[in-house]
């Protein structure tokens, strides 16, 4: 372990942005020198201007201050500005959003607030030490691998392997079939990729495949899986079904889908009749040569395409698959190509080709051989002339309509390989037990076979789908250094597809290069601290490692936990938590917190100012909190804020330390949570509402009402909402006895 450090604190004020109209800057600088004993306290009215942070830097070199106090705007601006080396600490405080901006300028509550607000700064500083990178302190500590694995060989896994080639790393392509490609195997065309945007494209997966087996930097397997994944980000050891062993820094998963079982769709006529066949099948058929009716071998003169079979159905699969509009748009072209006379129906729900793909739609409809009509179908059935008949209702053509038809296309839905039965899957995404399809996806899929004790694969999304849990950052999965990308992500085309394993291409690259420094990745990723486990102290209680959210830690038989701290993303959900505060970081921990809401100056009671603690998570919140004085939305003096990693990390012993400490009251703000997971750090927000049942017994057991505490959902465009949150719980905490611990 690394020694204290021997602290120097410089107190920087910024007096522009209002804030010095607002606050007498003289008694704040008193307050700081008297209270903090710094070795310099400063003001200056532009701090972030080159002559403003030349007065920090200059006392960094010539005074030897290595802890440095901002008092100016929210730490999420000028975070560029205000930045100092790893061996020195800064901490900032807001005296402009978070008081200049948002309370009575020139006040007396208003200037108590901005003292309380360095008081907490200088009070974090004091009890934060530099981070230090975790393999700079274990002598154990094994090189970084950068090396990327490519779990799939379709679109998605060769623009994922080709690209990480392109940016100067090697990748490892896995594929389970005998050959690259995927279905792209099986396209005679594929739909439009570039500008106009209007005509079908020669396939380039041959390219792709032939670009891949030539380039150096690509290691291929094919008729191979993985056996079995163990470690994390950068030392992830990995073993093939082959018997290979390598050392991998991170995961690509390209896995992609595969067709929903036409056997379920006897209602379409599919079983019946030979000649209702899938979209599979019927591109198998055209690249082959010759689109010919299977029952008799001849050429069809007219095929109809029937949209959404299987798809959009709350009794199989309850989502829109994408791209089968724009493939029966795609195989229509075919019929007409290979026969000018012949004619093309296509039935749909709706048709969906968003963006550039509308003039690929538009191309279509202008040929007069293609008919397309929404429609529901109402059955399909062999006639006596041996075609067959399809009755269509609710057209846009005016009531119901037959059509005859030599063939009958059926555009089956896409499922990702995660899902390890779409049987499962009812129409609200659960399975038949009530539970999400996660379950039986990262249990069952055993495409990775990770060695976490939370399951061998990717937790996924409804129906399936190992998505990203925060719609800002579509790559991301809830295992850290993981990826996923392209249809097993999401339906998409070539071209969406492209675009997606790309982007996972650079994340998995900035994953290995952050990891490699010691930093974590999103949304943490410039913080190089980790969480220190002091375990003589365990008492195996398994919540730290049944509640992390990114299946950081393992345990040993005693139920012990084993840190992986690569996978690590700093949420402090661990911290939040232990019964025995026996997790933190160096630079977030449990008393460092808990000594900042005891820095706060409680007026006696007789002074009859409240005092109320908020607890903001930094991530959906604080913005939301900061955007609210950025429009100068005024809210109630008596609340001092304090960002949070997380509320997840929140540990129940704060509450003690604010209401010992004679708080009357706590506001959490926290990220909006549910399916979506929109909380960065998945289930931090819903594991803080379920701990708040132990933080209404603290309460109690201080005999003091539960209404003093109380959690709110925040999303980043709630800043207008904000205020009134606030002071309407402000003047709850009025109404209420004030805390009877004050002055102990």
Not at 86 to 96: A, F, G, Q
Not at 100 to 129: C, F, V
Not at 378 to 403: C, F, N, P, R
Request: aromatic residues 6%.
């Amino acid at each position: 372990m690394a020694d204290k450090m021997d602290k120097k604190i410089g107190v920087y004020l910024c007096s522009g942005c209002d804030i010095g109209a607002s606050i007498n800057m003289e008694a704040l600088e008193k307050m700081a020198n008297s209270e903090v004993k710094p070795v310099a306290c400063k003001t200056h009215e532009a701090l972030c201007s080159p002559e403003g942070w030349a007065l920090v830097e200059a006392d960094m070199q010539n005074e030897g201050v290595n802890c440095v106090l901002i008092g100016a705007c929210s730490l999420r601006h000028k975070t560029d500005v205000f930045a100092v080396d790893l061996d020195k600490l800064i901490e900032r405080v807001s005296l402009r959003e978070m008081v200049a901006w948002s309370h009575e300028p020139n006040d007396e509550d208003t200037q108590m607030l901005a003292e309380d607000y360095i008081r907490m700064g200088a009070s974090r500083l004091k009890d934060m030490e530099p981070p230090v990178p975790w393999f700079q302190e274990d002598e154990k500590a094994e090189p970084i691998d950068k090396t990327i694995l490519v779990i799939g060989g379709g679109i998605a896994g060769l623009t994922t392997a080709l690209e990480t080639s392109k940016a100067g790393y090697k990748a490892v392509i896995v594929e389970k079939q005998a050959q690259l490609g995927g279905f792209a195997n099986n396209f005679k065309k594929q739909t439009p990729t570039k500008s106009p945007w209007t005509d079908l494209e020669e396939p380039e997966i041959g390219a792709m495949i032939k670009a891949a087996e030539a380039d150096a930097n690509i290691e291929i397997f094919t008729g191979t899986t993985v056996g079995k994944i163990k470690g994390g980000p950068g030392l992830y050891d990995c073993t093939l079904s082959n018997g290979k062993e390598m050392r991998i820094g991170a995961i690509v998963q390209a896995s992609g889908w595969r067709p929903y079982k036409a056997e379920k769709l006897d209602h379409l006529g599919y079983g019946k009749s030979p000649d209702v066949v899938t979209n599979i099948e019927f591109e198998k058929m055209a690249k082959a040569g010759n689109i010919a009716r299977p029952s008799d071998g001849k050429a069809p003169d007219s095929v109809a395409f029937i949209q959404c079979a299987g798809s959009r159905d709350a009794e199989r699969l309850p989502y829109c698959s994408s791209v089968c509009c724009q493939v029966s748009l795609k195989q229509a072209k075919y019929v007409r190509e290979q026969n000018p006379d012949a004619k093309a129906y296509i039935i749909y729900k709706d048709m969906r080709t968003p963006a550039q793909m509308e003039n690929f739609y538009k191309a279509m409809q202008a040929d007069p051989g293609i008919m397309l009509t929404k429609g529901e179908i109402m059955s399909i059935e062999l006639d006596a002339d041996k075609t067959l008949g399809i009755e269509v209702g609710q057209t846009i053509l005016g009531g119901d309509i037959k059509l005859n038809a030599d063939m009958v296309v059926l555009a089956t839905g896409i499922v990702p390989s995660t899902l390890v039965d779409e049987d499962t899957v009812a129409g609200d995404g659960t399975t038949q037990d009530g539970k999400k399809a996660a379950a039986s996806a990262e249990q069952g899929a055993q495409i990775l076979n990770l060695g976490y004790r939370k399951g061998t694969d990717l937790p996924t999304l409804k129906y399936g789908f190992p998505d990203s849990h925060y719609i800002c950052f579509p790559y991301e999965t809830q295992r850290t250094g993981i990826f996923a990308c392209g249809t097993v992500r999401a339906p998409m085309n070539v071209a969406q597809t492209k675009v997606d394993a790309t982007g996972a291409a650079l994340k998995a690259i900035q994953c290995v290069e952050l990891t490699a420094k010691g930093n974590a990745v999103h949304p943490r990723s410039y913080d190089n601290a980790y969480p220190e486990f002091f375990l003589s102290r365990c008492t195996q209680c398994k919540r730290c490692t049944e509640e992390c959210p990114f299946g950081v830690l393992d345990e040993d038989e005693k139920g012990t936990p084993k840190p992986n701290p690569t996978r690590c993303r700093r949420c402090g959900v661990c911290m939040g938590a232990c019964p025995e505060r026996i997790v933190s970081f160096k630079n977030y921990s449990v008393p460092m917190i808990g000594n900042m809401i005891k820095s706060v100056e409680v007026p006696e009671e007789d002074d009859e100012k409240p005092r109320i603690i908020g607890l903001v998570c930094e991530n959906d919140a604080l913005p939301a909190l900061d955007m609210a004085g950025f429009h100068k939305h005024k809210y109630s003096k008596w609340i001092r804020w304090i960002p949070i990693r997380c509320l997840g990390s929140v540990n129940t012993v704060w509450v003690a330390d604010a209401m010992g400490k004679g708080v009357d009251g706590i506001l959490l703000f926290g990220c909006k949570y549910g399916d979506d997971y929109q909380c960065h750090f998945i289930k931090g927000s819903e594991l803080c509402t379920k701990r708040m049942e132990n933080i209404s017994e603290t309460l109690d057991k201080l005999a003091l009402e539960s209404d003093r505490i109380r959690m709110v959902e925040v999303a980043i465009s709630d800043y207008e909402k904000v205020p009134q949150i606030i002071n309407d719980f402000c003047e709850m905490i009025e109404e209420l006895d004030p805390n009877p611990y004050k002055g102990f």
